[in-house]
Structure formats: C-alpha cells, structure tokens
C-alpha cells in the first residue's frame, strides 16, 4: 500500500528557511510523478512544486526561485527547501503522489494525483 508521510514543518519568520520531507512507502517513488500542494485556511488547495516521471521539475510562479525540489532515491524521499518564506507561505503542506502519470503531466491539478499524506504545518510569522 503506498503512504506518503510529510514532515519538516514549522513556525519561522518571515525571510526564514525550512525543509519540507515526503517520505514514500510502497512503491519506488523515482519512477512516478509527484508533487507538493498547500492550503491556506479559507483558500483553495493550490499546487507549488512538482516532478514528473522523466525528472522534470515545475514550480508556481510565486515559488519560482525560493522553492527547490529534490529527491533521495536511496531514501525514497522527495524534499522541497523552502527559502525566503514569506507570511502568504503560511499553509498546510501536502505531499502527493500519482504511480501511473502520462506525459505531458497537468502537475498543478490536484486531480492528477492519486495518493497523498496527511500534511505538515508551516507558519511564517513577519
């Protein structure tokens, strides 16, 4: 059964720096394509971050330079560094996880995905 477990959330001010961890159970996650979501209390679930089964990674526009995906096959783990965080960054954090994605891969919608963990907090305080 495929699980996907966050960690790495927090509370930082504004300018700070975390790590964001997903670790993956039940499949070789390296060959599926797999993102990072957030939710803001009262606001949609937007997409942040993404790689797809090739390697290519994407990344919402107000991401773009601040947010960096990478992964550790050894460690079946996907991390997302999250530097210069800003108050608007604070959410709740969603791994998730779609083993059968086509090519090319809509990786901003939710619905693409299969799988997803149960989140990890991050507060950015100014």
């Known amino acids: 059964q495929v699980q996907l477990v966050e960690s790495g959330g927090g509370s930082v001010q504004a300018g700070g720096s975390l790590r964001l961890s997903c670790a993956v159970t039940?499949?070789?996650?390296?060959?599926?394509?797999m993102g990072w979501f957030r939710q803001a209390p009262g606001k949609e679930r937007e997409g942040v971050a993404a790689?797809?089964?090739?390697?290519?990674?994407s990344y919402a526009d107000s991401m773009k330079g601040r947010f960096t995906l990478s992964q550790d096959n050894t460690k079946n783990t996907l991390y997302l560094q999250m530097n210069s965080l800003k108050p608007d960054d604070t959410a709740m954090y969603y791994c998730?996880?779609?083993?059968?994605?086509?090519?090319?891969?809509?990786?901003?919608?939710?619905?693409?995905?299969?799988?997803w963990g149960q989140g990890t907090q991050v507060t950015v305080s100014s």
């Open positions: 790689i797809d089964s090739d390697g290519r990674t």
């Open positions: 998730a996880a779609n083993p059968d994605c086509m090519l090319p891969f809509a990786w901003w919608a939710d619905s693409e995905y299969n799988y």
């Open positions: 039940g499949y070789t996650y390296r060959t599926y394509c």
